[in-house]
């Protein structure tokens, strides 16, 4: 018994983990060139109780490539799931600016996601990204913020 409810912890602790690869994630970013990585499994909204400060600007209007990488796949194809992009200045008000299906890509992918530079000037907006599972075996959602400012 005691075997079993080891076994059931291990497979939810294992499936489906996130990393924000660009602009660079709260926090550390280790061993992400494997699936599984400690810093992408961050269970808890809004974003895995990290805190940060900008890393980089974006200037505002212009396009940019936000990275998403997939770094534990958990797709389960008759409720298949998604990623959001969202931001904001403050972690309790955020847009939805993007969302990506989930098509199956194996662990590691990186999706490529084009967005447009809000166009408002701030020196901190946070960006939030999130895998929705729609697994009942693994969490239903991850989380990773990183910070930007808009110049
Ligand atoms: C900027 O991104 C938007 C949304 O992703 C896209 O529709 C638009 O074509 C892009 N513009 C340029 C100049 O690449």
């Keep these: 018994m005691k075997v079993l409810i080891v076994f059931a912890c291990l497979l939810v602790a294992t499936s489906a983990h ?17 699936p599984g990585a400690t810093d992408c499994i961050l269970l808890k909204g809004p974003c895995g109780e990290r805190t940060g400060m900008p890393t980089t600007g974006v200037k505002a209007g212009t396009n940019f490539t936000v990275l998403i990488q997939k770094n534990l796949d958990h797709w389960d194809k008759a409720t298949p799931g998604y990623f959001t992009v969202s931001w904001g200045l403050s ?46 075996q693994a969490p239903p959602v991850f989380y990773q913020c990183a910070d930007f400012g808009v110049y």
């Design 91 to 136: 972690e309790t008000s955020m847009t939805m600016i993007a969302k990506v299906q989930d098509n199956g890509e194996p662990s590691l992918y990186i999706y490529e996601v084009e967005v447009t530079a809000p166009k408002s000037l701030n020196d901190h907006y946070i960006m939030q990204v999130t895998y929705v599972t729609m697994n009942k």
């Design 18 to 34: 996130l990393c924000l690869l660009s602009p660079r994630q709260r926090g550390s970013m280790m061993g992400i060139n494997k």
